[in-house]
């Protein structure tokens, strides 16, 4: 590479030079990505088709759902076509677009979680004012302006990547193109901006988490209140599977972007990333199916249907 941005490609992480290990390494993949492709898609139809699943909670999940799917589906089948394939390369352009669409399906996911968990408060805090408050209108306005918004951000993240300069190596140490690896690669000095937007990203991040963990605690002081042991139930356990959730996409990621750029490559990077890329999209539709019985009830029907459809 030369001293200047006129790169054409970059070199990916390559799992393994042992040919059958990268075999190994496609068919892992591609089990994983057929089974949060099935999760995510079921979840989706089954929301859209029961009419008694036309509820704010299952509005933003189904939107959670639309945005797993584009999480798994910007770095995964990169990954999988280069270990088939014996490569390790992806285009400037490529490692722009899995920039940018990475940062929009992540951010996006989080904010809808955000969201969420208001909207949880919300019913179990104050469930007089939950019709009004959270009413069909007010819900596709925070989705909407949650994807104009990080739509915005994720651009000022591609832009600023990409318009410093790039010295020495073209080898990103990482199986996609992720922003704290690609600035390793800058010249010097070049990455000021950038390096600032991050501490902003992560403030943000750190304040939507703040503010979901204040949500939580008012949550569970109302639960623990309620003299309806049923109701208490039901509660708990809608709430634990968002906690759960939250936790695998917070702290996985956290735990990557607060590293110092300086930090060498190790295969516990390699596991992080693979943690906050690909493990939420893969267990957010069992979490959420496995303790949420109207879900499953909707699950259920949808299957039996196709299969007396097919019989």
């Not at 492709?37 to 939107?63: E, R």
Request: hydrophobic share 50%; proline share 3%.
């Amino acid at each position: 590479m030369s001293n200047q941005t006129t790169e054409t490609e970059f070199l990916l992480l390559r799992f393994s030079d042992v040919r059958e290990l990268q075999i190994l390494h496609f068919v892992m993949f591609l089990v994983l990505y057929l089974l949060s492709l099935v999760g995510n898609l079921l979840i989706f139809i089954a929301i859209a088709l029961d009419h008694d699943l036309h509820t704010p909670m299952y509005f933003f999940l189904m939107n959670l759902s639309i945005l797993d799917l584009g999480c798994i589906s910007v770095t995964i089948p990169k990954s999988m076509v280069n270990s088939l394939m014996n490569t390790r390369w992806i285009s400037y352009s490529g490692c722009v677009a899995q920039v940018f669409l990475f940062v929009f399906f992540a951010s996006a996911d989080y904010a809808i979680l955000t969201i969420m968990a208001y909207d949880r408060y919300v019913a179990i805090c104050q469930p007089l004012y939950y019709e009004t408050v959270m009413n069909r209108r007010a819900c596709v306005k925070m989705a909407a302006s949650t994807w104009i918004s990080v739509i915005l951000y994720s651009a000022v993240h591609a832009v600023n990547t990409f318009a410093i300069s790039f010295c020495g190596s073209n080898m990103v140490d990482q199986f996609f193109c992720e922003i704290p690896l690609l600035l390793k690669l800058v010249c010097s000095g070049s990455d000021l901006s950038e390096v600032g937007f991050l501490i902003f990203s992560l403030f943000l991040c750190l304040s939507c988490f703040v503010f979901i963990i204040v949500s939580y605690v008012q949550i569970f002081t109302t639960v623990v209140r309620m003299t309806s042991e049923q109701g208490r139930h039901k509660a708990f356990s809608t709430c634990l599977s968002h906690l759960i959730v939250i936790y695998l996409l917070f702290f996985t990621s956290a735990f990557e972007y607060l590293k110092p750029i300086s930090s060498p490559p190790s295969v516990l990077n390699l596991l992080e990333a693979i943690l906050y890329s690909v493990l939420p999209p893969l267990m957010n539709p069992i979490i959420y199916s496995m303790r949420n019985k109207e879900l499953k009830g909707s699950l259920s029907k949808l299957i039996g249907w196709r299969l007396l459809i097919k019989n």
